[in-house]
């Protein structure tokens, strides 16, 4: 079992900075692959980043390469989304995710979510 804890989340201004943190507890945090996903009101849960297990490699959706930045301390069980030039659609509750694979499919674990609410 793995427990994930999001904090981070509160209310910014467009083209205002983020950072997100994920603490992981439970088993040996490098073990697991971890990602950020979002889910806006009214939309489906969607994949925003994602980090191997070594943080040698990171995938990002389109919609936030080249502003989000997802890394990973093994030392502190800990993964982190950096967002910059937020925009009013980045507006979600951002989901911390691990999986002993991959979590570009269906992730094993879930943090509770953090809001972040972008105003225009």
């Known amino acids: 079992q793995v427990q994930l804890v999001e904090s981070g989340g509160g209310l910014v201004q467009t083209g205002g900075p983020l950072r997100l943190s994920c603490v992981a507890s439970?088993?040996?945090?490098?073990?697991?692959?971890m990602g950020w996903f979002r889910q806006a009101p009214g939309k489906e849960r969607e994949f925003v980043a994602a980090?191997?297990?070594?943080?040698?490699?990171?995938y990002y959706a389109d919609s936030v390469k080249g502003r989000f930045s997802i890394s990973r301390d093994n030392a502190k069980n800990t993964v982190y989304l950096q967002m910059n030039s937020l925009k009013p659609q980045d507006t979600a509750v951002y989901y911390c995710?691990?999986?002993?694979?991959?979590?570009?499919?269906?992730?094993?674990?879930w943090g509770q979510g953090t809001q972040v609410t972008v105003s225009s």
């Open positions: 995710a691990a999986d002993p694979v991959t979590v570009l499919t269906t992730p094993d674990y």
């Open positions: 439970g088993r040996t945090f490098s073990s697991y692959a």
């Open positions: 980090i191997s297990r070594s943080g040698g490699n990171t």
